[in-house]
Each structure stands twice: as structure tokens, then as C-alpha cells.
């Protein structure tokens, strides 16, 4: 696996950053944190309409696009994007998204990786959310992971 060090530390950061914030992991960095051998090249966080506020005055210094409000393709999410360290983080509030369950972040778990606790979506879930994407190659993925 390719070296992950930027990734790891940039995590750290994060998890540091939003310690008060209902947030999770999801996507290829929380695969990656939970053991598949994937090579993350952002980091994407689930969270609440609500607290999507909160993270963009926290991580406003990175910013690269405001706060915005996203129809398409399912999504009825709000999106903000950050970058840190050339890596791309991009926040998800999810309203009423037709892939991902509005009440995800009820049942996230915390994942021990590189000695720090990461709330992340469980990987049975990310396994329906990318069936219900039409995302085959990760759905293909994960299955194979839970099945060994």
C-alpha cells in the first residue's frame, strides 16, 4: 500500500478539530481506516445540516468553496470543501440524500487507527450506500472485505 503518512496525519487533525462536532468518516478514507487496502486520495465526512456550520468556522482557513446546497444527482446535501495539505476534504450535511440514510450518524461507529478514535460509518452501511449508488467496483469491494 502506498505511504499514507499525509492522510494519517491529516485525519489526526481533523479528529483534534471537530472532537465536539456529530460527524463521521465516509467514503475511501473511512474504508481505508477500517482495513481495506485503498489509497485514499480525500477525506469525506457525513455530518448534520446544523453542524456543517460549525465545521466550516473551524476549518474556514482551509476553505476552498463556501457552504453550498447540492440537488443534484440524489445528493439534497449541503457541501463545503476544504483542502489541508493538498489533500481535498469535502463535508457532506445530509438533508435528505437518496443513498445515505439522513439518520447515519445515529449509528457511527469509532475505529482505532494510528492511535486515535475516528467516528466512521460502519462498512455494512457504506456496503448499501454504494449498492444504492450504482458504485459496483466499491460495492465489489467491501463485499469481498466482509466476506473473508
Same mark, same amino acid.
Given at each position: 500500500?502506498?505511504?499514507?503518512?499525509?492522510?494519517?496525519?491529516?485525519?489526526?487533525?481533523?479528529? $483534534?478539530?471537530?472532537?465536539?462536532?456529530?460527524?463521521?468518516?465516509?467514503? =475511501?478514507?473511512?474504508?481505508?481506516?477500517?482495513?481495506?487496502? /485503498? $489509497?485514499?486520495?480525500?477525506?469525506?465526512? +457525513?455530518?448534520?445540516?446544523?453542524? /456543517?456550520?460549525?465545521?466550516?468556522?473551524?476549518?474556514?482557513?482551509?476553505?476552498?468553496?463556501?457552504?453550498?446546497?447540492?440537488?443534484?444527482?440524489?445528493?439534497?446535501?449541503?457541501? =463545503?470543501?476544504?483542502?489541508?495539505?493538498?489533500?481535498?476534504?469535502?463535508?457532506?450535511? $445530509?438533508? &435528505? &440524500?437518496?443513498?445515505?440514510?439522513?439518520?447515519?450518524?445515529?449509528?457511527?461507529?469509532?475505529?482505532?487507527?494510528?492511535?486515535?478514535? /475516528?467516528?466512521? /460509518? =460502519?462498512?455494512?452501511?457504506?456496503? &448499501?450506500?454504494?449498492?444504492?449508488?450504482?458504485?459496483?467496483?466499491?460495492?465489489?469491494?467491501?463485499? &469481498?472485505? +466482509?466476506?473473508?
Amino acid at each position: 500500500m502506498e505511504n499514507n503518512t499525509k492522510i494519517n496525519q491529516i485525519l489526526s487533525l481533523i479528529v $483534534n478539530k471537530l472532537e465536539t462536532i456529530n460527524y463521521a468518516l465516509i467514503g =475511501s478514507a473511512n474504508l481505508y481506516i477500517q482495513g481495506l487496502e /485503498i $489509497n485514499p486520495r480525500d477525506i469525506d465526512i +457525513l455530518t448534520t445540516p446544523e453542524d /456543517i456550520k460549525k465545521i466550516d468556522e473551524i476549518l474556514g482557513e482551509y476553505r476552498t468553496k463556501e457552504i453550498f446546497f447540492d440537488e443534484s444527482g440524489g445528493r439534497n446535501s449541503f457541501r =463545503s470543501y476544504y483542502v489541508i495539505d493538498g489533500v481535498e476534504i469535502e463535508v457532506l450535511g $445530509n438533508v &435528505n &440524500n437518496d443513498y445515505r440514510d439522513v439518520k447515519s450518524l445515529d449509528n457511527k461507529i469509532y475505529v482505532e487507527f494510528d492511535k486515535i478514535k /475516528i467516528p466512521c /460509518i =460502519s462498512l455494512a452501511e457504506e456496503l &448499501n450506500t454504494y449498492e444504492r449508488m450504482g458504485r459496483t467496483e466499491k460495492y465489489e469491494m467491501v463485499k &469481498n472485505f +466482509l466476506n473473508k
